[in-house]
């Protein structure tokens, strides 16, 4: 399974683009790259993700890098509603085995 | 579709006692996880099941947890007997088709004492 690493925390002014990075260097070609947020205690939620093409939906965009060892979730406009942990994981296709790192708390801030 | 239900939303319970945990997985999805979140260890994947059967259980910290799958609808995690390190919020999530996200539970926030 790879291993990701994110920063720990990131601040951001409301209304800007928020772009989170996630180093996923171990990742092999069949790894899916997936991002969750969690908000206070709440279970995480499903953002996006994407094998190795750039992914949009009505939340965020995923740009991975053509040799996929990295990855960028741009939330286009930020809102203090966004503030939460950022988590990026990798699933090895079929496996179902999601893995979770440490994520990096965002701040939106007024 | 009410999403995945974990029961009890809150659990206190003395330490020594046995503690069940519930979770109903979204009608359909063939894949189930436990997870605990604590703030020193984050969010740990405890177990797994795929089509009712587990299949990677290394993230049970010990023999003290167990967890079954009796059917596609319904799981459960016990710890027996329950210790004050057990604290921490359990999550229980649900995967339908392969490379598909997973939708989480509310959680149950276990406290030992």
């Known amino acids: 399974d790879a291993k990701t690493t994110q920063p720990p925390s990131m601040d951001c002014a409301e209304g800007r683009a928020a772009n989170l990075p996630c180093n996923h260097s171990t990742i092999s070609g069949n790894e899916y790259v997936y991002w969750y947020r969690q908000i206070h205690s709440q279970g995480p939620q499903y953002i996006i993700h994407?094998?190795?093409n750039n992914e949009t939906n009505e939340m965020a965009s995923l740009i991975i890098t053509e040799d996929r060892k990295s990855s960028t979730l741009i939330l286009p406009h930020a809102t203090l509603r966004d503030t939460a942990v950022y988590y990026c994981n990798s699933e090895a296709s079929g496996t179902y085995k999601y893995i979770f790192g440490t994520g990096t708390r965002l701040k939106v801030l007024a | 579709d009410a999403g995945v239900i974990q029961s009890p939303r809150h659990e206190v319970t003395e330490m020594g006692q046995e503690v069940t945990l519930r979770c109903k997985p979204i009608?359909?999805?063939?894949?189930l996880f436990w997870y605990r979140q604590t703030m020193m260890r984050g969010l740990e994947l405890l177990i797994y099941?795929?089509?009712?059967?587990?299949?990677?259980d290394s993230g049970m910290p010990e023999d003290r947890f167990s967890a079954k799958m009796p059917n596609a609808s319904f799981s459960t995690l016990k710890i027996q007997p329950s210790e004050p390190r057990d604290s921490a919020v359990y999550f229980c999530a649900s995967v339908g088709p392969p490379n598909t996200e997973a939708f989480f539970g509310q959680g149950t926030r276990l406290t030992v004492v």
């Open positions: 994407g094998l190795k």
């Open positions: 099941f795929n089509n009712n059967v587990p299949i990677d």
């Open positions: 009608s359909g999805h063939n894949s």
